[in-house]
């Protein structure tokens, strides 16, 4: 199941929308970060979607742009792919588990460096994500997307927290 697609579907209940304010919508509740919302992928998903009946054109050519409204095909799917999101629990692919994999490839002061700099990487992010909190709602967001926002700097919080205990014990040579 894509997440761009249950995005885009779902940006659509509110209204007909052209690929440039569906964009504008996903990059307001901040997807390009925690979804990893491909923004080429929207102007293609629209018009795919439309060519599978989930997605009524109701406007063309003004400008070049498009204007698509949701179905009645396109409200079902949409549903029918968002609620398995709530239950299914997938891994999160995150390619520091593959650095993690070959930690006893580095040398200590390598490792060691590594580890530190990934320190200071995440308390830059989580403070950054921090400062993010509350700014949506002033373009318009609802205040449930600071909920994503704080569900990252959670994530965050636990690598960082993982980090400092991996420096100790490369320290005191119990890792790698």
């Known amino acids: 199941m894509s997440s761009t697609r249950v995005l885009i579907l779902g940006t659509l209940l509110d209204g007909p929308l ?3 304010q569906v964009r504008r919508q996903l990059e307001m509740m ?3 970060i ?7 992928s929207i102007y293609h998903g629209l018009s795919k979607m439309a060519d599978e009946g989930l997605l009524d054109v109701v406007e063309s050519g003004k400008g ?8 009645d ?6 549903y029918r792919l968002l609620m398995p999101f709530w239950y299914e629990i997938k891994p999160i692919v995150d390619p520091f588990q593959v650095a993690l994999t070959f930690m006893d ?5 390598d490792l060691l460096a590594a580890v ?9 992010a989580i403070a ?10 002033r373009h318009g967001a609802p205040r449930h997307i600071d909920e994503n926002l704080k569900l990252n700097i959670g994530m965050l919080k636990a690598q960082l927290e993982w980090c400092e205990d991996a420096v100790q014990k490369v320290e005191d040579d119990e890792l790698p």
């Open 18 to 20: 052209n690929g440039y």
């Open 30 to 32: 901040g997807a390009d």
């Open 34 to 40: 925690w979804a990893n919302v491909a923004y080429g």
């Open 64 to 71: 070049g742009k498009t204007v698509y409204a949701l179905s």
């Open 73 to 78: 095909d396109g409200r079902f799917e949409f």
């Open 105 to 109: 490839r580095l040398g200590k002061p």
């Open 116 to 124: 530190r700099g990934r320190k200071e990487q995440l308390q830059m």
């Open 128 to 137: 950054m994500t921090e400062r993010a909190l509350g700014s949506k709602q």
